[in-house]
């Protein structure tokens, strides 16, 4: 089960995650992003209470990262110890900003 947390803070877009970031997830995330993510200058998501994620999730992620490449970019903020792991071993903490 993932609860996410949408909010526009101007052209910042502001997504909190709560719970798993899977298979049966992503898509959920990747639509609630993709509903503005052309009004968004900037993404932030929040992964304070993010307790899982999956190569699906992994690969929403990378998706968004490289469409706001083209902008001021995405941040991860309050990535848990668990999370971070998965980032670092698979390479992908390298290319992502964290807050």
């Given amino acids: 089960?993932?609860?996410?947390?949408?909010?526009?803070?101007?052209?910042?877009m502001v997504v909190?995650?709560?719970?798993?970031?899977?298979t049966l997830t992503s898509p959920q995330l990747e639509?609630?992003?993709g509903e503005d993510i052309e009004?968004?200058?900037?993404?932030?998501l929040d992964m304070g209470k993010l307790?899982?994620?999956?190569?699906?999730?992994?690969?929403?992620?990378?998706?968004v990262?490289?469409?706001m490449l083209k902008k001021n970019g995405?941040?991860?903020?309050?990535?848990?110890q668990d999370v971070k792991d998965v980032l670092e071993l698979t390479?992908?903490?390298e290319d992502l900003k964290f807050i």
């Fill in 39 to 44: 009004k968004a200058d900037s993404i932030v």
């Fill in 16 to 22: 909190v995650l709560d719970g798993r970031l899977d």
């Fill in 65 to 67: 990262d490289i469409e």
């Fill in 91 to 93: 390479g992908l903490a």
């Fill in 74 to 80: 995405l941040v991860l903020k309050d990535v848990t």
């Fill in 51 to 63: 307790e899982y994620v999956s190569s699906a999730g992994l690969r929403v992620i990378m998706a």
């Fill in 31 to 33: 639509k609630a992003i």
């Fill in 1 to 12: 089960m993932l609860n996410i947390e949408k909010s526009m803070n101007g052209n910042e």
